[in-house]
């Protein structure tokens, strides 16, 4: 996935999820950026503050190829914690184990597969 890639695909899921007026911050790159609370095996992850509508998202292209997983569900993951940000659902786990994230992955599927049967990418 490139950069222009992911800020048209991340645009696209605000306006799914209803967050057109968030200021949504993507970030691809290998080493997970200084605010995340790195395991050394996370694909993604996000920090969202609702009463600012911002959210900050990374996704790691080399541990996403290495899991076997497509970078636009786990961009779409991360976009859907920031969609349920103080719904008290989130999560910090590791899915299929926590329930909360094999949820986010499988809405995370979905929402990757709705796009690209519209859009070529
Ligand atoms: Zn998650």
């Not at 048209?8 to 605010?35: H, N, S, T, Y």
């Not at 920090?47 to 497509?70: C, F, L, M, N």
Request: proline residues 3%; negative net charge; charged residues 25%.
């Amino acid at each position: 996935m490139t950069n222009a890639q992911a800020a048209k695909f991340g645009e696209w899921c605000q306006g799914a999820l209803g967050l057109e007026d968030w200021r949504i911050e993507i970030v691809l790159q290998d080493d997970p950026p200084a605010w995340v609370q790195d395991d050394g095996r996370s694909v993604g992850a996000c920090a969202s503050v609702r009463s600012y509508k911002t959210a900050h998202i990374w996704v790691s292209p080399q541990r996403s190829r290495d899991e076997g997983t497509d970078q636009f569900a786990v961009l779409a993951h991360e976009v859907l914690h920031a969609a349920a940000c103080d719904t008290g659902i989130e999560s910090d786990g590791r899915a299929p184990t926590d329930s909360n994230e094999f949820l986010w992955n499988r809405l995370g599927d979905i929402l990757a597969a709705a796009y690209k049967a519209r859009v070529k990418v």
